[in-house]
């Protein structure tokens, strides 16, 4: 099985693309930027006796995603992990102050940029009758943030596009999922230990999901072992305790 998981070089995406690895699978992963954090990667899943690679891809300069996928070779199943964050922080701006600029750019590269990855990896899917997609989205594409909203909006147009496409692509064997994360703690992003306490209490398991507990949620979507998940949004247990208004 050979896997390509975007934006693979740091968090959910790197802790995802290990979980393959110890799973026997063959694994690409993509970075933006840190080609030395994605070199680390790669030599830490070929640890596990597997093939690893990793290849340039940045969703808002389109001209690199089919050269990306070229250079992968046929995927058997993709998570579309990486994203554009955007430069307009939450609470930072009144709705009406953000920038047509940042609307425009949100969707280019979250939601256009993902469509035509996708786009590249299925055709092979289709020949081969088979293939797994996994969106990772964002418990702020349901639960809003206080001031401007691309980011959440560009990541529920993945809600749309994941059930359409798993009605399109299913008669070819293909299954289409959304992985919903809540507030993961990955080592990326710093909150105040206060707020991670507050929030894991409101959780069923009195806890907030790792990106390794993200990553065994996407690896299941994504694999054989789902025989029939298709067109669902799977919310990981972090997304039950936040409030992106308590932050």
Not at 47 to 57: F, I, Q, S, W
Not at 180 to 208: I, K, M, N
Not at 222 to 238: F, K, L, M
Request: hydrophobic letters at 45%.
């Amino acid at each position: 099985m050979h896997v390509l998981v975007t934006g693979g070089s740091s968090g959910i995406g790197a802790a995802t693309a290990l979980a393959y690895a110890r799973t026997g699978a063959d694994v690409t992963i993509t970075y933006n930027q840190g080609a030395d954090r994605a070199a680390e990667i790669v030599r830490r899943v070929e640890k596990e006796g597997v093939r690893g690679a990793a290849v340039h891809l940045d969703l808002e300069d389109h001209s690199t995603i089919a050269p990306a996928v070229a250079q992968t070779g046929p995927v058997d199943a993709l998570v579309a992990n990486a994203v554009r964050w955007g430069t307009v922080q939450p609470g930072s701006m009144a709705f009406e102050d953000v920038p047509a600029a940042e609307w425009s750019a949100a969707l280019h590269a979250n939601v256009a940029g993902n469509a035509l990855l996708i786009q590249a990896v299925l055709p092979e899917m289709r020949r081969r009758q088979w293939g797994r997609i996994v969106l990772v989205s964002s418990g702020i594409a349901e639960e809003g943030v206080p001031g401007p909203g691309p980011y959440g909006t560009a990541k529920m147009a993945l809600h749309g596009m994941a059930r359409a496409l798993a009605w399109e692509a299913g008669k070819d064997g293909i299954l289409v999922n959304v992985a919903v994360a809540g507030l993961t703690v990955t080592g990326v992003r710093a909150f105040p230990q206060e707020v991670l306490d507050r929030l894991a209490a409101r959780t069923p398991s009195r806890r907030l999901s790792t990106a390794d507990d993200m990553a065994a949620l996407i690896v299941f979507l994504g694999s054989a072992a789902n025989h029939n998940v298709t067109g669902e949004i799977i919310r990981d247990g972090s997304n039950a305790g936040r409030s992106a208004h308590a932050l």
